[in-house]
Each structure stands twice: as C-alpha cells, then as structure tokens.
C-alpha cells in the first residue's frame, strides 16, 4: 500500500524527490532547482511542487528544454486547462494546442504571431472579468530581450494584511466589478470597434454602466484559508455600493498602495528556458516594457477556475 504524500513532511519529500526549494524573497516566489520538466514528474516531486506553490505563490523553474506537449503536460498536475483567451486579435494559440497562449510582439508577415505586444502591462490578475477566473497561470520563455520585460510578482496575502486598519474595513465586504469589454491595451476584447481610448475622447464612456463580472474584494483561498486581496487590475473598475467618486477614491488610495508596495516585491529578469508558475487567487503580476524592434515569445497556460462566491 503507497503511502499518503500529505503525510509527509516537507524534509521527508526532499529526500524522496531530490529537488530543492529555495525561497527568492521572504515575501512571495521560491525557485525549484533540481527538476526536469520535460520528463513526467512522479508523485512524491509534484506533491512537494504543489506545496511550496500554495506556501510561496510564485514558481521559478530556469533552464527548461521542453515541447509544447511538455508545458500541457505539466501545467495541467495544477488543474483541466483553459483554451487560450479571446483577445483583439482573436485567439493566440500554438498551432494543434488551443490550450498555449502565444504571448509576442513578434510580427510574420506584417501580422501580429501572438498577444499583448511590447507595452508595460500594470498590475493585473488574470482575467479576473470572467466568472470563473484561473486558478493559476503558466508562463514559458522561447525568447526573450536581454534585461528587458521583467514581471513583478506581488503577494496580495501579505498586501491585504499590511493594510491600514481603517481602509482595510472599508473594502473587506465590498464587491469589485471588473471589465469583461476591454482588454489592458484598450482594445475591445470581440475585436473590432472603437478603442477605450477614443470612446473616452467623444465623452460617452460610463465606467458603472460597462459589462463586467463581480467579484468580492477580499477572497478566502479555497485550498489555504487565507484572505488575499482580489481587486483584478486598476483600469475600468467598479466598488458596489458606491456613487462613481466614492469609488474612484477608495480604488485610487488602494492602488497608491498597491503601486508602493509594488516596487519592493520581486521582479523577474527572464531568461530562455525560464518557466514560472503562480498562483492567481493570491499574486498579482505586471510587465515591463520592452524594445518593440526586440523578439519575446511565451507560451502560457492557464488551469480552470470556479466562481469566488
């Protein structure tokens, strides 16, 4: 009879597993040294992955050879994978995989490979605008510019807790609407139309009237009992309860907060090979800019989600 893995403690892992864990800050990311993704992980390896993912949010795992067969496998251990967003420019995916979102600026032809081009893309929780959002996502590097594109990874545990007790009460039973119309380029998500940009410009735009899904600011994580802070991204949201100016402030001083903290946390210089896992219900992330005439090519997956309440 095989043994219970749960029962085990995080040493008596190690020693089954031959991997490493070691913490990157002392507030959010661990790398995971000693592991090959491209071979199928026995148990006792993912048990001790699945861990330190719930313990530490973000997984860094460097130097990784693997085929698109490989990051599927692998990413669904977490959970029955999602098909690749609809975007501007419809679905990005790697040809036979409708799973792998093709994350690039790269241009074939005169027409964009994949999505989210070169811009800075600000804090954000992946596709916190749809009912059921990702339990985690799974980003892959094939290229990357030398030093450029960074992702910062924020811990939204530790960023609920640090909160003043005053606004931490003010937004504890509130609700957050969250955009389903506009993708974090401004470009409506069907594809198609007028730009959040020029909308806004003919004065017709009505942030309480836009379409999007409710969400409660606070979640308690299913699996760690937790309370992370769940505010999805700054633009196109929407407290309940609340007239337009009352939100805006109290979104306004939470991002202040947010944008602070935010410089502190861990930011990731990726490199080829580079593969990071996190935990959407409880980290937020964000990109850097980088030279639009430089190559970045990713593949991510993302694991099925359920609704937050």
Known sequence: MSADLSLLSDEEL??????EVVPITK?????????????KLDKPTFELI?????????????????ESNDLVAFSSRFGELDNAPVMENGRAFVDGYPELFVISNVLDNG?????????ELEWHTDMAYVEEPPIASCLYALEVPDGDGKTGFLNMYKAYSKLPPALKEQIK???IKHDSVYTL?????????????????????????????WHPAVRTHPETGREALYIGRRQNTFVEGLNLQESEELLDVV????????????HHEWEEGDLIIWDN???????????????????RTQMQGNRLF
């Open 281 to 299: 219900r409880c980290i937020m992330h964000r990109r850097d800019a980088f030279p639009a005439s430089s190559r970045r090519v990713m593949h």
């Open 255 to 266: 991002w202040r907060y947010i944008n602070r903290i935010g410089k502190k946390t861990y």
């Open 111 to 119: 027409l964009r490979i994949g999505s989210l081009g070169a811009r």
């Open 50 to 66: 699945h861990r330190a993912w719930l313990e530490y949010g973000v997984l860094v795992f460097r130097k990784q050879e693997i």
């Open 173 to 175: 039973e509130k609700a």
């Open 185 to 213: 380029d401004g470009y409506l998500r069907e594809g198609g139309g007028r730009t959040l940009e020029h909308v806004k410009a003919l004065g017709c735009f009505d942030v309480e009237k836009l379409p999007g899904t």
């Open 14 to 19: 190690l020693d089954k597993t031959g991997a």
């Open 27 to 39: 507030d959010v990311g661990a790398e995971v040294l000693g592991v090959d993704l491209s071979i």
